[in-house]
């Protein structure tokens, strides 16, 4: 180990010779780029974009590398009756990733929820609902051509015990609409990686085994199939698989077959209000969950499925839960799970000169220190160095740790340096 006080004392004298760079903001998106993946990234919906703060912190790309709109791209919005075609609200989502230089996740285009009426009871023939299944398909990959590093094609087409989900799609078509449907998506957009995404195949069992069937389907068919997404709706204490270990075995049952995974829906629920107990086995939770991403080459990503409390999902669906993502719902930065994905990712500081060692230490160290309090009393307490320290929305700690001065990166970021 190298001496670590020593190094950042040389490094600051210019000892080392090697230049001092300007540094990319810290966040859970840059700890993942350095942890060599594409992005850390969140789900949003265009309801919530009109919340100033909410949007400062979901366009701050330290954090956030990548987003996915949580409903505006699916079929009961894009074609909500039969060849009418309607794209202004997910435009509206591709262009802020545009805008904020974020990749965009797109989300989904064959589902069995939010899938109108004129579709689950047309009555169609099977000739008829493939060529209404390729031209919703070809519609709306080719509207969005480009701007989809992903595209999760097929959604939820399994049930737990791993056999088919009885669907207007399946009940007409048989399995072949899953490769069909790629098949159209890959012809309209070849530069989309597509998904095939889904829940509860975090684990090795009946339905992460099914799933990999759908890989092998849809390859049998001749059709394109570039990853699977783990959607990882996760309960605090009962992740699935409840080690690294447990999470890389499972992803490698994949890649094996030639595909990237991605976690593309993370959230970890719990009772609320949420214990200090709960949420220090939450901050352990999503750390073992990076960690399984981290340790797989071919994990590309991980997408929570928005990253506030505020607009969760959870508790309108499960009574009495929620609590389940890094910011409450104050848009307050819950430090100790913020922490644990942080460092899961690994200490950020890489490639330039000796001061990555001194980096890790100072944040692990930092971080054992502030886990104990275990609520999210962001906004007292001081900031490690590199730590963040200001920017708009942020309201968490201001005060830099002795030895650092909060530093202005740009309007969303300000770090102790
Ligand atoms: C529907 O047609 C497709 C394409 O010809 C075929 O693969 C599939 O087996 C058919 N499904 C049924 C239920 O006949």
Same mark, same amino acid.
């Given at each position: 180990m190298i001496p670590t006080a020593l190094t950042v004392l040389l490094a600051a004298l210019g000892v080392t010779g090697s230049p001092v /760079?300007? !540094?990319?903001?810290?966040?859970?998106?840059?700890?993942?780029?350095?942890?060599? *993946? @594409?992005?850390?990234?969140?789900?949003?919906?265009?309801? /919530?974009?009109?919340? $100033?703060? +909410?949007?400062?912190?979901?366009?701050?790309?330290?954090?956030?590398?990548?987003?996915?709109?949580?409903?505006?791209?699916? =079929?009961?919005? #894009? /074609?909500?009756?039969?060849?009418?075609?309607? +794209?202004?609200?997910?435009?509206? #989502?591709?262009? %802020?990733?545009? *805008?904020?230089? @974020?990749? %965009? !996740?797109?989300?989904? %285009?064959? =589902?069995?929820?939010? %899938?109108?009426? =004129? &579709?689950t009871n047309g009555g169609f023939d099977n000739s008829t609902l493939i060529s209404i299944l390729q031209n919703h398909i070809t519609n709306e990959v080719t509207h969005y051509k480009g701007k989809c590093l992903h595209w999760d094609v097929v959604n939820e087409a399994l049930n737990e015990d791993g056999t088919y989900r009885t669907n207007v799609f399946y009940t007409t078509i048989g399995p072949a609409y899953i490769p069909i449907a790629f098949a159209a998506a890959a012809a309209a957009d070849p530069s989309a990686k597509l998904y095939y995404n889904d829940y509860n195949i975090e684990a090795a069992g009946s339905k992460s085994t099914a799933a990999q069937n759908i890989v092998k389907l849809v390859k049998a068919y001749g059709a394109k199939i570039d990853g699977v997404g783990m959607q990882a709706h996760l309960i605090v204490g009962s992740t699935g698989s409840e080690s690294v270990s447990a999470w890389t075995a499972n992803m490698n049952a994949f890649t094996a077959l030639g595909v990237d995974v991605a976690i593309t829906e993370?959230? #970890?629920?719990?009772? $609320?209000?949420?214990?200090?107990?709960?949420?220090?086995? @939450?901050?352990?939770?999503?750390?073992?969950? #990076?960690?399984?991403? *981290?340790? &797989? $080459?071919?994990? &590309?990503?991980?997408?929570?499925?928005?990253? $506030?409390?505020?607009?969760? =999902?959870i508790p309108s669906t499960f009574s009495g839960q929620g609590a389940a993502l890094p910011w409450d719902e104050n848009l307050v930065k819950k430090t100790e799970v913020y922490n644990a994905i942080l460092n899961a990712w690994g200490t950020g500081r890489h490639s330039t000169g000796t001061t990555p060692t001194a980096t890790a230490t100072a944040t692990a160290t930092k971080t054992t220190t502030t886990a104990a309090p275990a609520t999210s009393s962001a906004a007292s307490g001081t900031v490690p160095k590199?730590? @963040?320290?200001?920017?708009?929305?942020w309201t968490g700690p201001t005060q830099c740790e002795a030895g650092s001065t909060c530093t202005k990166a740009n309007d969303y970021y300000s770090q102790c340096l």
């Open positions: /760079e300007p !540094r990319a903001a810290d966040g859970l998106n840059t700890r993942a780029v350095a942890a060599g *993946k @594409q992005y850390f990234g969140s789900a949003t919906d265009n309801p /919530e974009l009109s919340d $100033t703060a +909410y949007l400062a912190g979901l366009s701050n790309t330290a954090d956030f590398g990548q987003i996915t709109p949580g409903n505006s791209m699916k =079929w009961d919005t #894009i /074609e909500p009756s039969r060849g009418t075609f309607s +794209y202004t609200k997910g435009d509206v #989502i591709a262009d %802020l990733a545009a *805008k904020n230089g @974020q990749l %965009l !996740r797109c989300h989904t %285009l064959v =589902w069995y929820n939010q %899938l109108p009426s =004129w &579709v993370l959230d #970890i629920r719990t009772t $609320t209000p949420a214990t200090a107990a709960a949420v220090t086995q @939450q901050a352990k939770d999503y750390a073992t969950v #990076i960690g399984g991403c *981290k340790a &797989v $080459t071919r994990c &590309v990503g991980v997408t929570i499925w928005d990253y $506030t409390d505020k607009y969760s =999902w590199w730590g @963040q320290c200001g920017g708009n929305g």
